[in-house]
């Protein structure tokens, strides 16, 4: 008898989806057709046609979920082949790497792509990429994924909450974008699970920066490069003109272990410093970033880009979205082995506050030495970290049967222990223990 009721409430529940989704498509195409081609207002972009079409994907697979013959039978089903939305190709579904979401990412569980299944790839800008990601583990039995991906600070990564069953096949990933020196209480917990990593750091399995720097010309070589960039600031001296502001620094976090912000203090006892935020006097229209940023490229010479901890390669978006602006960026970060254009930006680790003021002036009196930062966007273009093919590399490694069996064997040595945390203090950089997570 319950299950007969239990059987009626789902048929009912099902019903009422499926309508949802036919309601939905029906205002869509009437809204589209009626009122959006008719009054030649703007059409949709691919990406949203593409959004939207992941959503009513979405809306289909949770119908078929509660299907209630499907819930009677208590199957879990598998698509026999994988469609190629872009080529109308079909993969057979047994042929395809998958890969699993274990924990979600934020709250999210898309890990940033914006799309699961074969559409990842679509989206990542690797369509043939023969791999299937999902974060259904009941699609099938957890030892047969081929990847796992983990993100350390998920609430629910822990030892307790891991698979019980794993495969020799299997590759245990785990996935991170933030400071070593903000670590996961659990990581000490998990030596000899890990097999790679995808993070910033350069040594990881599966690189994902923050940005890159990608050339497209040839550039000059030794001395020539140095005649080259001398030259581009005598020729570029406009660069500078209408430039009535000196250095700015857009931070809503003040109080940080590294303590950048002391840093700031005794830099602003010799220059000035905008500061924008909640750590300032200054505002800008946070809604509309893009406000933010011409303040900054319109009217000053310098932008301080101070990571919220010194951690090796931990390099944000805060130096890569100033790149391309007409202004130096100031760092304050472990980008020593960065793969960064000569000359392109001034490294605050290398100065003391007053040391730093001093330099940032002698540049302020020069508009040919201001100019000279800027000659590398002739020759190299800034690839943003959400244009970076990362889960392409993931899917190239699965499907490389040379690629050798790797496993870490203390993921908190190679993590943090290796991130070689510094912070600022007494006037020099010096080293420092890993702290409690915090927000940029």
């Given at each position: 008898?319950?299950t007969?009721?239990?059987?009626?409430?789902?048929?009912?529940?099902?019903?009422?989806?499926?309508?949802?989704?036919?309601?939905?498509?029906?205002?869509?195409?009437?809204?589209?057709?009626?009122?959006?081609?008719?009054?030649?207002?703007?059409?949709?972009?691919?990406?949203?046609?593409?959004?939207?079409?992941?959503?009513?994907?979405?809306?289909?697979?949770?119908?078929?979920?509660?299907?209630?013959?499907?819930?009677?039978?208590?199957?879990?089903?598998?698509?026999s082949?994988?469609?190629?939305?872009?080529t109308?190709?079909?993969?057979?579904?047994?042929?395809?790497?998958?890969?699993?979401?274990?924990?979600?990412?934020?709250?999210?569980?898309?890990?940033?792509?914006?799309?699961?299944?074969r559409?990842?790839?679509?989206?990542?800008?690797?369509?043939?990429?023969?791999?299937y990601?999902?974060?259904?583990?009941?699609?099938?039995?957890?030892?047969?994924?081929?990847?796992?991906?983990?993100?350390?600070?998920?609430?629910?990564?822990a030892?307790?909450?891991?698979?019980?069953?794993?495969?020799?096949?299997q590759?245990?990933?785990?996935?991170?974008?933030?400071s070593?020196?903000?670590?996961?209480?659990?990581?000490?917990?998990?030596?000899?699970?890990?097999?790679?990593?995808?993070?910033?750091?350069?040594?990881?399995?599966?690189l994902?920066p923050?940005?890159?720097?990608?050339?497209?010309?040839?550039?000059?070589?030794?001395?020539?490069?140095?005649s080259?960039?001398?030259?581009?600031?005598?020729?570029?001296?406009?660069?500078?003109?209408?430039?009535?502001?000196l250095?700015?620094?857009?931070?809503?976090?003040?109080?940080?272990?590294?303590?950048?912000?002391?840093?700031?203090?005794?830099?602003?006892?010799?220059?000035?410093?905008?500061?924008?935020?909640?750590?300032g006097?200054?505002?800008?229209?946070?809604?509309?970033?893009?406000?933010?940023?011409?303040i900054?490229?319109?009217?000053?010479?310098?932008?301080?880009?101070?990571?919220?901890?010194?951690?090796?390669?931990?390099?944000?978006?805060?130096?890569?979205?100033?790149?391309?602006?007409n202004?130096?960026?100031?760092?304050?970060?472990?980008?020593?082995?960065?793969?960064?254009?000569?000359?392109?930006?001034?490294?605050?680790?290398?100065f003391?506050?007053?040391?730093?003021?001093?330099?940032?002036?002698?540049?302020?009196?020069?508009?040919?030495?201001y100019?000279?930062?800027h000659?590398?966007?002739?020759?190299?273009?800034?690839?943003k970290?959400?244009?970076?093919?990362?889960?392409?590399?993931?899917?190239?490694?699965?499907?490389?049967?040379?690629?050798?069996?790797?496993?870490?064997?203390?993921?908190?040595?190679?993590?943090?222990n290796?991130?070689?945390?510094?912070?600022?203090?007494?006037?020099?950089?010096?080293?420092?223990?890993p702290?409690?997570?915090?927000?940029?």
């Amino acid at each position: 008898m319950n299950t007969r009721i239990n059987l009626l409430i789902a048929g009912v529940a099902y019903k009422k989806r499926l309508f949802l989704i036919i309601l939905t498509l029906v205002l869509f195409s009437w809204t589209y057709f009626s009122v959006i081609k008719k009054r030649n207002l703007p059409t949709l972009s691919n990406s949203q046609l593409l959004d939207f079409k992941s959503m009513i994907q979405d809306m289909w697979q949770d119908v078929v979920s509660r299907n209630p013959k499907q819930l009677a039978n208590s199957n879990t089903s598998q698509p026999s082949v994988s469609i190629n939305v872009m080529t109308g190709n079909e993969v057979p579904f047994d042929q395809l790497k998958k890969i699993l979401f274990y924990t979600d990412c934020y709250g999210g569980w898309d890990y940033f792509i914006g799309a699961t299944g074969r559409e990842a790839f679509i989206v990542l800008g690797c369509p043939d990429a023969p791999c299937y990601v999902t974060s259904n583990r009941s699609l099938m039995p957890l030892d047969q994924f081929d990847a796992l991906v983990f993100h350390p600070r998920a609430n629910s990564f822990a030892m307790a909450n891991m698979p019980k069953i794993r495969s020799p096949h299997q590759r245990y990933i785990m996935w991170i974008i933030e400071s070593g020196c903000y670590p996961s209480h659990a990581l000490p917990k998990f030596d000899n699970f890990f097999n790679w990593t995808m993070s910033y750091r350069l040594d990881s399995d599966i690189l994902q920066p923050y940005g890159t720097f990608k050339e497209i010309r040839p550039l000059p070589q030794k001395a020539a490069l140095d005649s080259y960039i001398a030259q581009f600031g005598r020729d570029h001296t406009f660069l500078a003109k209408n430039k009535t502001k000196l250095a700015a620094w857009f931070v809503s976090n003040c109080n940080t272990a590294v303590n950048r912000e002391g840093y700031v203090e005794e830099l602003k006892k010799y220059i000035s410093v905008d500061i924008y935020g909640r750590c300032g006097h200054l505002k800008c229209q946070q809604k509309q970033p893009d406000n933010c940023l011409n303040i900054v490229d319109n009217d000053y010479k310098f932008y301080l880009a101070f990571e919220n901890s010194l951690s090796l390669d931990y390099v944000t978006e805060k130096m890569f979205k100033v790149m391309d602006k007409n202004v130096i960026p100031v760092t304050l970060a472990s980008n020593q082995r960065l793969p960064l254009p000569k000359h392109s930006i001034i490294d605050a680790t290398k100065f003391s506050p007053q040391d730093l003021a001093s330099h940032l002036k002698e540049i302020d009196t020069n508009d040919a030495l201001y100019a000279e930062y800027h000659w590398w966007k002739s020759f190299y273009r800034i690839e943003k970290g959400n244009k970076v093919n990362n889960f392409c590399q993931l899917c190239q490694k699965l499907n490389d049967p040379k690629d050798p069996p790797k496993t870490y064997q203390s993921m908190q040595k190679w993590w943090v222990n290796d991130a070689n945390c510094s912070k600022w203090s007494q006037n020099r950089i010096i080293k420092a223990s890993p702290w409690p997570m915090s927000n940029g």
